[in-house]
């Protein structure tokens, strides 16, 4: 599972330079980079952003600008973020205790930007989320213009067709326009998905009891087989041994 971290900077070279430092840390990483926030705050909504680097100026030709503050808050207003990590890079001295203090930022970054520094602190950021559980996990899944946050627990197994991904629920179908089975996994950090056939992703929790010899997944609470396809089945059955050998016969 992908942590995702997005990047907040207008100025490009900084930004291509704190992109590098980033992806550097680590290869489970899903790194977005912005400089506008309003792109920035799409990405987020569209996705589960779980570390923010954010530049406090991001118009410096215009006085006393602050909208990376403003980013931040609009950011934290959002259910969602509640818990997310917020780190500000910043030129501006003094300002740190009060940005600690009242957005609930997890550290700040000094221009002129270092790699140690910036690799630091986003090391730190991960090892504090990797500790925290996560409990009613949400996945949001963007339809018709508006994001629907769901239940990942609720969600039995998806099946990606035609550029569409249909999310099956304990008690509802739900399709998403444009979605890959590949990119509805990186959205997902507590709960496994693991992929028996081509463009399938069951979840492991909802799990019955797989058929080793006849090569079929059944999940709780549905009459449907789904298949191991004999090209995914290697990889299947080792993801499956991970969790116990669950269920099967």
């Given at each position: 599972m992908k942590r995702q971290i997005l990047i907040l900077e207008d100025l490009e070279s900084s930004r291509k330079a704190i992109r590098k430092m980033v992806e550097e840390c680590g290869n489970n990483l899903l790194v977005y980079d912005f400089a506008e926030p309003a792109g920035a705050f799409q990405c987020a909504m569209d996705n589960k952003i779980d570390l923010f680097l954010v530049d406090i100026v991001l118009k410096p030709q215009e006085p006393n600008d602050f909208s990376g503050i403003k980013f931040a808050e609009n950011i934290r207003e959002n259910s969602r973020y509640?818990?997310?990590e917020i780190v500000f890079i910043t030129t501006l001295?003094?300002?740190?205790?009060?940005?600690?203090?009242?957005?609930?930022?997890?550290?700040?970054?000094?221009?002129?930007i270092s790699t140690q520094r910036v690799q630091k602190v986003v090391h730190d950021a991960l090892d504090k989320l990797d500790r925290r559980p996560i409990e009613n996990e949400l996945v949001y899944l963007r339809k018709d213009r508006v994001t629907y946050p769901v239940l990942v627990k609720d969600i039995i197994y998806v099946e990606s067709r035609r550029k569409t991904l249909y999310v099956h629920k304990i008690d509802e179908t739900f399709d998403v326009p444009n979605l890959s089975l590949k990119k509805f996994c990186e959205k997902i950090q507590s709960t496994e998905f693991i992929v028996p056939a081509k463009g399938f992703g069951v979840n492991v929790i909802h799990i019955e009891f797989v058929d080793a010899a006849n090569r079929f997944v059944k999940m709780r609470g549905l009459d449907i087989m789904i298949s191991i396809g004999e090209r995914m089945k290697e990889e299947f059955f080792h993801d499956l041994y991970k969790f116990g050998n669950v269920g099967i016969k």
């Open positions: 509640t818990g997310a001295a003094g300002l740190e205790a009060d940005l600690l203090r009242t957005i609930h930022c997890f550290d700040y970054i000094e221009k002129p």
